[in-house]
């Protein structure tokens, strides 16, 4: 891992930009922190320059609970290649929701499957990386989408302990068999209302989580219309896990 | 309203008995409070005193955030006189829900329709009493179950501004169309392995509120096993919208 810029933002969160290997990723972490921070890696769609605003206000909002955050870019998004595979799957799906059509099992698996495939060793080697930093503790939370990948991590990656995930990405039918091996406290948000997801599929999925704990938040409006008192809930849930 | 008793609670919380006619009550008002309290009327499934450890505990919870609390026994329950038909009706329900039969939607507007027509009218004359007495204000919240009563008060009785309701109880298929014209804040309670309850029902009547600000929280475990950070969450939606 590479610092490649650092920044002092206004309320005193260190924000440094970092490479590892080819994967560009950003680390945020509290301004004063006395002992070694825990740790919310912070999920998204892909894209960090276009997800930057909300990534940075979220960890803004777990910095001042005293977490760093850390995010790293996901294959085929932002500055890294593309795959012509990913890029079909993704037009295929655009074309189904634009359509109004039922979304094709088929295109899900080829658009997220790979995807889970490849992101997930990286956000591992990743968490490496961040928890050899002293000014890094454990435990350690995922928080965010794409849900496909916060569930395999939480399946394979023990140094997880809880975690965040916005149903509000498309989920693999097979995944629904690796849910129910997830045991570490959930919570799920789910916008009610969200037109390019399947509340059922939704449901069916929080039903599926193994986890003694799991709570699911609903909440009015549209993909990115989480209110602000359903974050601070989700803040909440972190701070009695990872505190 | 008569007070009957009065004790002061170990936490400074005062704990009043009262009758209202012929129905009883307990009032319990926070131990400090210079200006008169906002006021939570406390839904319970009918049964005081078989009730009351669970009320005392949600009462002590909200005077620790500032708020008056109040509740009185349900029609038919408690030591007020039975209906025979209700009798009957519950009778029903038992038989249905011990045979693992589907419940018949008749059986179900039997017991809730008239329990709601009588327990609501009850509910408005405790709130003019209440509200009547100088260290009670505004505004006013409704917070628990007979689901039914909460969504029948919510439409007809306009001093109450928000309500959490617990999504634990039957409601009648009439009463998905008043749950349309519900449009105070709302924040619904369910849990998802209630062993009494429809879990599919319980979500088409959360989809069905009119309220542009409603949030469904679902938790695992049986009807009274509502965790404790989902009493807390609860308690920080009243908190946002009464103080």
Redesign the interface.
Known sequence: MRFTSEQRLDDGVLEREFTLGEIPGILWTPGSASTPAPLILLGHPGGLHKMYPRLVARARHSAADGFATATIELPGSGDRPRSAAAEQARADLRRALEAGEPVDEEIVDRLVLPLVEKAVPEWQAALDALLSLPEIGGPVGYSGGVIAIGIRLAVVEPRISAAVLFAGSFVPRTMFEEARQVTIPLHVLLQ?DDEGNDRQAA?EL??AFGS?????????GGHTGV?Q??GD?AA??FT?HLS
Not at 212 to 220: C, D, V, Y
């Open positions: 009610w449901l929080f039903d003694k704990e799991k709570t699911l938040h609903a909440n009015m209110p008192f359903a809930a909440q849930f009695r």
